[in-house]
């Protein structure tokens, strides 16, 4: 796990700064402080922050092929490099370190361009073809590793974190106005667009090629879900999901540093766990965190009840809503983009612990969006078959069901009822967000009218549809599946995932997310994955006996962190005077009345934490990134 960032100049082979790409690595120093290097040829610089984890005498970056001709920087891990080595071996090349970088180079003299479709593993890489005068940017499948670049006619900027891109004088600092629209509809922001124009995400599974003043992207990679294991049969699919699994976690286990997991306390960490007590002798170390008050459940119990089932050494910790403020200016400068992730400021400090005693974790992000674990998923399986089965009468229903104020399934359900009267392609943006997000439906009352005009509300339909395109004619959940896996899972968890483990100079690594993993979940019958009101079907009943029934069954919960009880209390003051400042609002994004009304009601019940949460988190990267006022 490391850093990686460097420039090239397209339309010639001027030299670059040695000195620029020294102090874009030196901005990124949480991700490698275990070494730094820097490669410098007529038109090209490539950086790297080195955090050792394998071969750690030799594994020195950037690495070249056996000519020096050929140069990689690689942010990840590979887990099948040492197969490929020995079949890259038995074709004649020579390889001087035993890292899984150097296998990358002589993929790309062996393979060309499409390398990256060869690999298994997490990664970020930029390879210089010194000879071509060509460089390549490549990210893995699903988007574990982030990757942003600064196009123009005339230089690519890249790097690992868009603080190293910004480092270059000649990037502008300029907010991209549809970024906070789509940041406010969605609580992240999908895509290849940042909040900094100009500044993009390389998209997961994707691949640029930067070559005689051209840039083409190309996709290596999509998910697919056509069903070509209906032959299977239920109990032959859970002993293949077992499988499975057990060999993703051995592969995620190679390392030459100490390794730990960090739990949860639910389904997919606990049984990746148990699959690592088996492929292992060493002592294991897990971690967790917890939240102590009489306001809400303390779920640091089934982490514990994890631990003593598997034998770890473990280790848990507390922390408070003075703790998780103090943390929240830090926390948009880590993330780079404002998500409204507030687990992210819990998985910083349990990282922070762990980082006195491993140098890798393990952990089960992944496994909801692979196996369907959401419940929201179930639900709007159920809603859409209550609209087919109430034809032209759905919008009438969806009106009485919304009105409904009582207690049990049917208030839970009268959430849904504007949505009875819609398709569900227009109101499924991801599991995080649809027209039943407050910012979207008081949108016209929220912004400025000045805001307002200058973004045209709706326009990420496109991306939507297209993804619905990409898909094809699929089983709803799947689509909802697929929609979530190229959103808001790459976009908001794993941006989260690495960026704020990385804080703390720890790599994080998700099993559940391999691509062999994910393919073979999509390939699935979608009542293996969801049936009746149980979600993650298969995996519940492939790990009974493996996971103790107390964690198998429970409710879904996660990181519970109560941000909500803490922004509508201990923190009301902070929130407050922050999104009513003049500073805030001058940005003109805003309208006063409105962010009142909406602390009011917060204020009163903790009706819109996510919504405040989002606006707190714009505010801050508005003064760290446009300000400048770094925390």
């Not at 983009?337 to 089960?364: F, M, N, Q, T």
């Amino acid at each position: 796990m490391c850093g990686i960032c460097g420039k090239m100049f397209i339309a010639d082979n001027r030299k670059v700064d040695p000195g620029l790409i020294e102090r874009m690595c030196d901005v990124m120093s949480h991700r490698g402080p275990d070494d730094h290097g820097v490669y410098v040829s007529p038109g090209v610089g490539l950086g790297h922050r080195r955090l050792s984890i394998i071969d750690l005498s030799t594994g020195k970056q950037p690495i070249s092929n056996e000519h020096g001709n050929v140069w990689v920087v690689f942010n990840g891990e590979i887990y099948n490099y040492l197969d490929l080595r020995v079949d890259l071996i038995s074709k004649g090349h020579t390889f001087k370190t035993q890292t899984d970088t150097e296998v990358i180079v002589h993929l790309y003299e062996e393979y060309g361009d499409d390398f990256s479709s060869k690999l298994r593993g997490m990664f970020a890489i930029a390879l210089w073809d010194d000879m071509k005068k060509k460089l390549i940017l490549s990210r893995d499948r699903v988007g574990i590793k982030p990757l942003y670049y600064y196009l123009t006619k005339e230089t690519l900027i890249f790097g690992s974190e868009i603080k190293a891109i910004l480092v270059d004088p000649t990037v502008p600092r300029d907010v991209d106005l549809h970024g906070i629209y789509l940041l406010m509809s969605y609580y992240f922001i999908p895509g290849d667009t940042t909040l900094l124009s100009g500044i993009k995400k390389l998209l997961p599974g994707h691949y640029l090629v930067i070559k005689n003043g051209k840039c083409i992207d190309t996709q290596y990679w999509d998910l697919s879900f056509a069903k070509t294991r209906s032959h299977t049969s239920f109990e032959a699919a859970k002993h293949e999901v077992v499988e499975l699994l057990r060999k993703s976690v051995r592969d995620h286990m190679i390392s030459d540093v100490s390794i730990g997991f960090l739990l949860s306390g639910g389904v997919d960490s606990t049984a990746l766990l148990s699959f690592a007590v088996e492929e292992t002798d060493k002592p294991i170390s897990t971690f967790t965190i917890g939240f102590e008050s009489d306001q809400f459940a303390d779920e640091r119990k089934y982490a514990t009840l994890a631990a003593k089932t598997f034998g770890t050494k473990h280790y848990d910790m507390t922390i408070d809503a003075t703790q998780f403020a103090e943390f929240l200016p830090k926390y948009v400068w880590h993330m780079e983009e404002p998500v409204c992730e507030p687990p992210a400021i819990a998985l910083y400090y349990v990282s922070r612990l762990a980082k006195d005693h491993v140098k890798v974790l393990l952990s089960g992000e992944g496994g909801d969006e692979a196996f369907a674990g959401y419940p929201n998923y179930r639900n709007l399986v159920w809603l859409e078959r209550i609209k087919r089965l109430a034809g032209p009468l759905s919008p009438s229903l969806g009106k009485a069901v919304s009105m409904f104020t009582g207690s049990g399934p049917l208030k839970r359900f009268a959430r849904y009822g504007s949505l009875m009267g819609m398709d569900f392609e227009n109101y499924y943006y991801s599991r995080t967000s649809s027209p039943l997000n407050y910012l979207n439906k008081n949108a016209k009352d929220l912004y400025t009218h000045e805001f307002y005009d200058s973004v045209h509300m709706g326009t990420d339909r496109d991306f939507r549809k297209q993804l619905l395109q990409n898909i094809g004619r699929v089983d709803l959940l799947d689509k909802m599946l697929y929609i979530d896996t190229k959103t808001w899972l790459p976009d908001d968890l794993l941006v989260k995932a690495d960026k704020i483990t990385m804080a703390n100079s720890i790599e994080l690594r998700v099993p559940l997310l391999d691509h062999a993993v994910l393919e073979y979940a999509a390939s699935l019958p979608t009542d293996f994955k969801l049936r009746g009101a149980t979600t993650k079907y298969i995996l519940k009943k492939a790990f009974e006996g493996r996971v103790p029934d107390e964690i198998l069954y429970r409710k879904k919960t996660g990181f519970p962190v109560p941000y909500d009880k803490w922004m509508s209390n201990d923190l009301k003051g902070y929130v407050n005077d922050l999104l009513l400042d003049g500073q805030t609002l001058n940005r003109g994004y805003f309208q006063r009345p409105a962010i009142s009304r909406m602390l009011d009601a917060n204020n009163r019940h903790a009706t819109y934490s996510k919504e405040i949460f989002t606006l707190v988190a714009l505010e801050l990267w508005h003064r760290c990134f446009i300000d400048q006022n770094v925390a």
